[in-house]
């Protein structure tokens, strides 16, 4: 089979169009793939949620070359806030999480393995008191097929 697309980019096209595509929740501007790091601290004026590839492992880089490719994305999801709409944001945060736990695209070839919300503090309590910006993150390890 010939290749026409990086496994990176294909995962987050697929992840993209899985969060574009939820009826429980309302974006106010459709998510978007990006190679380029996030910028926690950018100028927002609505919602914005980013997928961006972190890093990859190529099945060369495994003991088995057969492996699937894996890779860790994370989703953010940052907005300027109010503190009355930090619960509906955290929500937001929530839906996408249960929106990309353990999903498998239609073909079989994206699955998504791991799906944690962000370790450190959800949303990121100095970044939300000092410049009323909601910051949070789902990280995912998703694995695309050979």
């Keep these: 089979m010939t290749l026409t697309i990086s496994p990176a980019d294909e995962a987050c096209q697929v992840i993209v169009a899985r969060i574009n595509s939820g009826g429980e929740y309302s974006l106010a501007l459709d998510a978007r793939y990006s190679r380029t790091e996030i910028d926690y601290l950018e100028e927002l004026d609505r919602l914005r949620v980013d997928v961006v590839a972190v890093n990859e492992t190529q099945p060369n880089d495994q003991l088995d070359a057969n492996e699937n490719s894996s890779h ?8 300027k806030t109010t503190s009355k709409d930090v619960q509906d944001l955290a ?7 249960l929106r990309l736990d353990n999903f498998n695209s239609s073909d079989r070839r994206v699955c998504v ?3 944690d919300i962000e370790e450190k503090e959800t949303p990121v309590k100095s970044l939300l008191n000092d410049a009323n910006l909601f910051v949070s993150a789902v990280n995912l ?3 695309v097929v050979r």
């Design 72 to 79: 860790k994305i994370q989703v953010v999801i940052r907005s």
């Design 91 to 97: 929500l937001i945060v929530r839906q996408v999480f």
């Design 113 to 115: 393995w791991e799906c």
């Design 141 to 143: 390890r998703v694995e």
